[in-house]
């Protein structure tokens, strides 16, 4: 089976598992894990920020970063379009009794500065108005097709958030996918906010794990935060061993998956039936659309999956394949010929193409 719905599909590598076998293990809650304490020195360095927080996954490492920036009662300004606002099941607002202010999000991901302002423009110290304390970027946008915004986008939030005294929160679940994009460091990137996470668990190939990064005190309310929302880990090292494997060696063959996207969104592109959808800046995902009358998105999935390709469809009835390290050249090979066998006559392909829009249909 190709396995193109997402990176977080990746099985940690090889010298992932032997690093798990052997690492030294401690009590983390007690800070006593010198391998959970490894991979935390390492990220913070890797970002320029002075400390950084092990997390059981990027759900959690958001969540406690809003609560550690609002303060009950405040709003976060978020991508409506963003994970944060659309997949984290609104656990600042149930947890932090924060409010979420959804802005409307640009085709690169990025949130308009004059959106931005209209959203807290009644931010007065008029008593009715709740006050917002922070504004939250995700970079590679995933609902945008893991593109990228630059950094000098970066450089005029970070301007207008120092005038309105708001701090920047990034989800970089894939933050190292944007520093190749981008061709820059990733602490070139994280330097404009005052909080970031990144996963471990998607394209680096870590089976478990995020990391949030910030100031000392920032990342020990975080720590606090992770306790009381149950992340607290004991012997952390077991997945923190991976995530030190996953940093020292996952992070430059990233390129070889947007290498690998591009290929496929080219290919994709040139298949009748088949519109592109990725705009600007790519990473390691390919939105588009299929435009055929035989085929609805559902059906179409269908049929690929009967033919041994996995993709997903991503809100709107976009369709999304993901480049990672289990995706080989052979594999973008093999789908762009199936997805012109299903759209372009092939009769086997077809068939069984039909077969799925009945069985669709008969569901309905
Ligand atoms: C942009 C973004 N942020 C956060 C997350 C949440 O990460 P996790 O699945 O580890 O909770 C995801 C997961 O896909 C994501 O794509």
Redesign the pocket.
């Known amino acids: 089976m190709i396995e193109l719905r ?1 990176d ?1 599909f990746t099985l940690p590598t090889p010298e992932m598992m032997a690093a798990i076998a052997d690492a030294p293990l401690g009590d983390d809650v007690y800070g006593e894990d010198p391998t959970a304490l490894r991979l935390e020195r390492m990220a913070a360095d890797m970002l320029n920020k002075p400390a950084a927080c092990f997390m059981p ?4 490492a ?1 969540l406690a970063s809003i609560m550690a920036h609002c303060p009950r009662g405040t709003k976060a300004l978020v991508s409506g379009q ?3 606002y659309i ?2 099941a609104g656990g600042a607002s149930i947890c932090g009794g924060v409010i979420y202010e959804p802005v409307p999000t640009q085709s690169d991901g990025s949130l308009a500065l004059t959106d931005l302002a209209r959203a807290i423009e009644e931010d007065t110290n008029d008593p009715q108005f709740a006050r917002a304390r922070l504004i939250c970027l ?1 970079l590679p ?2 609902r945008c097709g893991g593109s990228v915004f630059s950094l000098s986008y970066l450089q005029q939030v970070r301007g207008f958030a120092d005038k309105k005294r708001l701090a920047i929160h990034l ?1 970089g ?2 933050l190292f996918n944007a520093a190749i994009a981008l061709g820059v460091e990733a602490a070139e990137i994280v330097r404009y906010a005052n909080s970031v ?1 990144f ?1 471990l ?2 394209g680096l190939s870590a089976p478990i794990g ?1 990391i949030v990064a910030g100031s000392e005190s920032f990342v020990a309310d975080v720590r606090r935060l992770r306790k009381m929302l149950g992340g607290g880990m004991r012997q952390a090292g077991i997945i923190a061993a991976a995530g030190i494997v996953a940093l020292e060696r996952m992070v430059s063959r990233l390129a070889e998956d947007h290498r690998r996207a591009r290929w496929l969104a080219e290919g994709l592109s040139a298949i009748p039936g088949l519109k592109l959808e990725t705009p600007g800046t790519m990473t390691n995902s390919v939105l588009f659309r299929v435009e055929d009358e035989r085929y609805s998105w559902e059906t179409f999935i269908a049929a690929l999956h009967g033919k041994g390709v996995r993709i997903s469809e991503l809100g709107y009835g976009r369709l999304r394949a993901v480049t990672h390290a289990g995706i080989t050249d052979e594999d973008i090979r093999k789908t762009l010929r199936v997805m012109t066998e299903l759209l372009c006559g092939d009769p086997v392909g077809n068939k069984l193409a039909y077969a799925a829009k009945d069985h669709n249909e008969e569901l309905r």
């Open positions: 997402s977080t996954s990027g759900t959690m958001n963003s994970d944060i997949y984290e995700e946008h995933n989800d679940a894939r996470q996963c668990s998607k995020s």
